[in-house]
């Protein structure tokens, strides 16, 4: 099983910026593709950007060209740095591990979920 434990997340002026980790358990972290993803109040869960265990991306959505994914292996950790947010951009953001290599498409085959951390944007 994997754990996944995101941060970074906090009150952010428009305009501002963050930077969110997701910190996986275990060795298998490697071996998975990963995703960021987030939920608007009264809105359905969408992709926002996903990873490959071979370091295959994908963007998702407006605002793609503000986003930028990475992972570490050594830390098993996988980030997310967001640029230019606006008050639209509030949401529940949060990771996912798909238990194979390569991304997938829809959110099912994501098996495993973080917590999820708040990013909450001000005017």
């Known amino acids: 099983q994997v754990q996944l434990v995101e941060s970074g997340g906090g009150l952010v002026q428009a305009g501002g910026s963050l930077r969110l980790s997701c910190a996986a358990s275990?060795?298998?972290?490697?071996?998975?593709?990963m995703g960021w993803f987030r939920q608007a109040p009264g809105k359905e869960r969408e992709f926002v950007a996903t990873?490959?265990?071979?370091?295959?991306?994908t963007y998702y959505a407006a605002g793609k060209g503000r986003l930028t994914i990475t992972r570490d292996s050594a830390k098993n950790t996988v980030y997310l740095q967001m640029n230019s947010l606006e008050p639209e951009d509030t949401a529940v953001c949060y990771c996912?591990?798909?238990?194979?290599?390569?991304?997938?498409?829809?959110?099912?085959?994501?098996?495993?979920w973080g917590q999820g951390t708040q990013v909450p944007v001000s005017s």
């Open positions: 996912a591990a798909r238990d194979t290599a390569r991304t997938g498409t829809t959110l099912y085959e994501y098996k495993y």
């Open positions: 275990g060795r298998t972290f490697s071996s998975y593709a």
């Open positions: 990873i490959s265990a071979s370091g295959v991306i």
